[in-house]
């Protein structure tokens, strides 16, 4: 595959910093849940995007092993996670996340 | 071992433990008929494997040991489950299979009408297999397991009826008293351990038979005095036989075989295994003779001014251990286990025999409103008398043999010994007649309509007697000799006559008192003044107790260790802890804001420094 090696290891890193950048970024200035939600599937994925550009590069499948696992684990995360901002909202009728701040004290 | 067969021993153990597992379980929602045929036929099964095993083994001129697995390892020391039978608990074997058959089947019958038929068989079941346990182990340890089995036996059916205060407390008592002997034990335990390297009972006799007499005290002597602290707490003697008279709290049946055929002459059973140990020990033997003269006297007195049927039994269960001590002491140990023979016949057949009457007068059991029951319970009146006799020690039943081979053995070690020993005797044959005069004679006192027990009661008490009556012609010393050495058996005839004179002495007074001048026992009381005072006081034993240990141990508890130890020190640490914890979580309680963003910058500021650290140090190699 001479065209993807073509590509050096390092923009799939930066690529992967920034979406990661960008992910917490947007976890930490954006009140919408659902954002912040996306905000953090982001990150897991720039995690994984440097798992495989890692694994491609060191030529061992271990990376992509752990980018399934992220997978899995993102994907069980966004069920119980969308049915957890699901019944908040039905609850509160709001979805700003400084809202919802009951345990304070 | 060649040429062994295996004869199953564990079965022995098994069948009262199933017995007592199903009842313990299941038992409440079986009909009593069921649990009855299944606490007896236990017992039963494992008299039968005891008489099969006994068949097959023969003349028994070696130990059958059987070794299952190895239960402790500890570096050199090695303790297996191991049982064994030889000539000594062969007989223990059949007395505690035996009789314990026949109380079964009484107590099926004696507590028909009680709450709890299940939970008592599951006990009396459980009971069993301790005992068997105890008799069967090879090693000092498993011993030790059936020696506190039977312990927690005798203390959960003591305190049977635990609704009333004074079955808990007789309980405690004896589970208290108990364990000052059990500590003895455990500590001659410890002592075989680190000077013979082993518990197995075979290796410990063998290394003990190579040593010297110990004259003058030694490792012997101490291990063989512990052994006797232990035998004391189990077997009543003085100065432990308090929680004995109090454990007639529990149901008779209980009385009869745990606190008179078995279980209280588990430590006549260990001193008389432990033979070589004290045949080594002549001091140990000197105070072994003398706490049963000193326990077979003043139980003996302190009988005669009971008035609970049940209490001047169980004086008399005291007197005669201390006997079973005396031949011990003196070296007869065949006289002293055919003396646990022959009690667990008359003394079994006294308890049910008084369980009887007091089945049939609905739970009297005192003996001043008794009286005139000769011809209303008359099968419980000719088999308790049998049993009086017997104990009495009148020729030629049970009593008499073993109680004249005691003597005589008594007689060629120190004449004293003897003659205080006749004078018990005569002591003994006026308070158990002075029981059945005032129960069975004269004009009937009680207010209840008595009548005669049921078949399934008074058929062990038939059986009983004839065992009491013929049951000094069992060969049992014969049957002992090898395994202790021979004891010149002086066969004076002036010395039993005299012995059975006293005994004959003692039945006269009480008839003269109690039947032919009824009433008159108040004006000999009250002219014997202070003496009678002290006996009916039970020399105040109980009362000394409480003075010198009990009352400073409850002082001691409350003013050091409840208002010192448990308000200062461990309610003080734990509010102390308290206040610790909560300083700290207020102090963190300000990082809580409850801002999910907050938390999230923490995090990223976090991974920062981490990485800042990281590069600043060179990364990761």
Redesign the interface.
């Known amino acids: 595959m001479p065209q993807l090696n073509a590509v050096p290891l390092s923009w799939y890193l930066m690529l992967s910093a920034i979406l990661f950048t960008l992910g917490v970024a947007g976890f930490l200035f954006r009140r919408n849940i659902i954002t912040v939600f996306m905000s953090i599937e982001l990150m897991l994925n720039a995690v994984n995007l440097s798992f495989v550009a890692f694994s491609h590069h060191l030529r061992q499948v271990d990376g992509q092993i752990f980018t399934f696992f992220v997978m899995v684990v993102a994907a069980a995360e966004a069920a119980v996670g969308l049915a957890i901002i699901l019944t908040v909202f039905k609850n509160r009728r709001t979805l700003s996340i400084d809202e919802v701040s009951s345990l304070k004290n | 071992m060649p040429n062994q067969p295996d004869l199953q021993l564990w079965l022995i153990l098994f069948f009262p433990l199933l017995g007592a597992l199903i009842n313990g379980t299941i038992g409440r929602r079986l009909s009593k008929g069921v649990i009855g045929t299944i606490a007896i036929g236990s017992v039963a099964l494992s008299f039968l494997w005891v008489a099969r095993a006994l068949s097959e083994l023969g003349q028994l001129d070696s130990p059958h040991i059987e070794r299952y697995f190895n239960w402790i390892t500890s570096g050199d020391l090695k303790i297996g489950f191991d049982l064994s039978i030889d000539r000594l608990s062969s007989i223990m074997l059949l007395v505690v299979t035996g009789v314990g058959t026949l109380i079964h089947v009484y107590a099926v019958g004696y507590m028909d009408h009680e709450e709890g038929f299940w939970r008592f068989f599951s006990y009396l079941n459980l009971f069993m297999f301790f005992m068997l346990i105890l008799v069967l182990a090879q090693n000092f340890l498993l011993l030790f397991v059936g020696w506190e089995g039977v312990g927690l036996c005798s203390y959960l059916l003591i305190g049977f009826y635990f609704l009333e205060k004074f079955a808990g407390d007789a309980a405690k008592k004896a589970f208290i008293v108990n364990r000052i002997g059990d500590f003895g034990f455990s500590l001659a335990m410890l002592l075989i351990v680190v000077h013979f390297g082993s518990l197995d009972m075979t290796e410990v006799f063998e290394a003990a038979r190579k040593m010297p007499i110990e004259a003058s005290g030694g490792v012997l002597t101490t291990v063989a005095l512990l052994l006797v602290v232990g035998a004391c707490g189990k077997s009543a003697q003085v100065p432990l036989y308090v929680w004995l008279p109090d454990a007639m709290a529990g149901p008779t049946p209980v009385s009869a075989l745990i606190h008179a055929a078995t279980m209280v002459t588990a430590g006549v059973y260990v001193v008389a295994r432990s033979s070589e140990v004290f045949l080594k020990a002549p001091i140990a033997m000197e105070v072994v003779a003398v706490i049963g003269l000193i326990t077979a006297v003043v139980a003996a007195l302190i009988g005669t001014a009971q008035n609970d049927i049940k209490k001047v039994f169980a004086y008399s269960t005291v007197s005669q251990l201390g006997y079973m001590f005396v031949a011990l002491g003196v070296g007869a140990f065949s006289a002293g286990i055919f003396h646990v023979v022959t009690h667990a016949f008359f003394k079994a057949l006294l308890f049910l025999g008084a369980g009887s009457v007091i089945h049939a007068l609905h739970g009297e059991q005192d003996l001043s409103k008794m009286g005139g029951l000769k011809s209303k319970i008359p099968i419980t009146y000719g088999t308790l008398m049998i049993g009086a006799v017997a104990i009495a020690g009148v020729w030629p039943f049970a009593g008499f043999h073993s109680k004249d081979a005691i003597l005589l053995a008594a007689h060629a070690h120190a004449p004293w010994m003897y003659w205080v020993g006749v004078f018990t005797a005569g002591l003994t044959a006026f308070y158990v007649f002075r029981a059945i005069f005032l129960c069975f004679f004269g004009e009937y006192r009680g207010k209840a309509h008595p009548h005669e027990s049921p078949a399934i009661m008074y058929m062990p008490l038939v059986i009983l007697a004839l065992l009491s009556v013929a049951g000094g012609y069992l060969p049992v010393m014969d049957w002992l000799a090898p395994l202790y050495p021979a004891h010149e058996e002086a066969h004076d005839l002036t010395l039993i006559m005299i012995s059975v004179a006293f005994a004959f002495g003692g039945i006269f007074m009480a008839y003269f008192v109690y039947v032919l001048n009824p009433g008159s026992a108040d004006g000999y009381a009250k002219s014997l003044g202070g003496i009678y005072r002290a006996i009916a006081g039970k020399f105040y034993v109980d009362e000394a107790y409480d003075v010198a240990i009990v009352h400073p141990i409850e002082h001691g508890s409350r003013s050091v260790l409840m208002n010192g130890v448990e308000e200062v020190v461990v309610e003080g640490g734990v509010n102390a802890t308290v206040a610790v914890s909560r300083s700290v979580g207020g102090a963190l309680?300000f990082l809580?804001?409850?801002?999910?963003?907050s938390y999230?910058?923490y995090v990223?500021l976090g991974a920062v420094i981490f990485l800042g650290v990281m590069a600043a140090g060179g990364g990761i190699r």
């Open positions: 309680r809580q804001a409850g801002n999910i963003r999230a910058l990223l």
